[in-house]
């Protein structure tokens, strides 16, 4: 008898010449945004959720003539899509867990960050409060004043994670799962024109960048399960830098939507996805 281990190459068994053709690895991407890579070329639509040719997903399936890949990925996506639908204007998209079952042999998820408006804190209302006050700390003074806590928010969003992780092992129970984590989009230091925020505000955006990043580490390890840091990946690329992997303020609908990343990114999380397999 043959045994097959899911992810390794595949030589088949039998005498002689004869070998059987392998398996294919049923791969099945979870996401938001930043899996789906809106606006990344070739681009399509998919109902709202802007999912790209060349996000990662893609460019894990395209390197390996094994996979199979279901991308079900969506821009605006938070924890709740994952076990609901998500309508975007006209279209319904079903729950992205429902795109699992026993059959699955490899899933990648990475979501979160739009949850509780984390990432709209980040790279929305804190540029608009600082157009009034563009020395100052709007988002922080706020937070301080009576805002639901930044540190709440992950708290919550980690527990979150924790039960959805464990929703997607239930579904997919034979399934490697790897958890992908978010890059770094706010320099350590300093700022740009292409990342608005009060002067104040630097230090605060970065810390709730690295805080969302740490907090879906935490949660895929409390499920014990594989992790991909492009946090560390992304050193030296944030929006500011001279080598970006995330768009600044303004969408290029040839390569990326504002705040989401560029192709390079899409293809460092493919490298590291195809080196961990």
């Avoid at 209302?125 to 700390?137: E, I, K, R, W, Y």
Wanted: with cysteine.
């Amino acid at each position: 008898m043959c045994g097959v281990l899911a992810l390794a190459a595949l030589t088949g068994c039998g005498s002689g010449s004869e070998q059987e053709e392998p398996e294919a690895l049923e791969y099945v991407a979870l996401g938001d945004s930043f899996t789906a890579g809106p606006f990344i070329p070739p681009a399509d639509p998919a109902g709202g959720c802007l999912r790209s040719g060349s996000n990662y997903p893609s460019l894990v399936a395209a390197a390996r003539d094994d996979v199979e890949l279901t991308d079900v990925s969506c821009s605006g996506a938070g924890t709740v899509h994952l076990t609901t639908p998500q309508t975007i204007g006209a279209d319904i998209h079903a729950p992205q867990l429902d795109a699992l079952d026993a059959d699955t042999d490899l899933v990648t998820v990475s979501i979160g960050g739009n949850d509780d408006q984390i990432a709209g804190s980040l790279l929305g209302v804190c540029q608009q409060l600082a157009v009034a006050d563009p020395t100052g700390a709007p988002c922080a003074t706020a937070e301080a004043s009576g805002g639901d806590p930044v540190s709440t928010r992950l708290a919550r969003l980690n527990t979150r994670l924790v039960d959805a992780f464990a929703a997607v092992r239930e579904r997919a129970p034979e399934a490697r799962v790897v958890v992908v984590g978010y890059p770094q989009i706010v320099p350590s230091e300093g700022g740009c024109g292409d990342l608005p925020l009060g002067l104040g505000d630097r230090a605060w955006a970065y810390r709730l960048n690295q805080g969302l990043t740490l907090t879906v580490q935490d949660a895929a390890a409390k499920a014990g399960l594989e992790y991909v840091d492009t946090w560390a990946a992304s050193a030296g690329h944030d929006i500011c830098s001279t080598d970006p992997w995330i768009n600044g303020r303004t969408t290029d609908e040839g390569a990326a939507m504002a705040y989401h990343p560029f192709r390079a990114y899409e293809q460092a999380v493919a490298d590291l996805l195809l080196e961990l397999l």
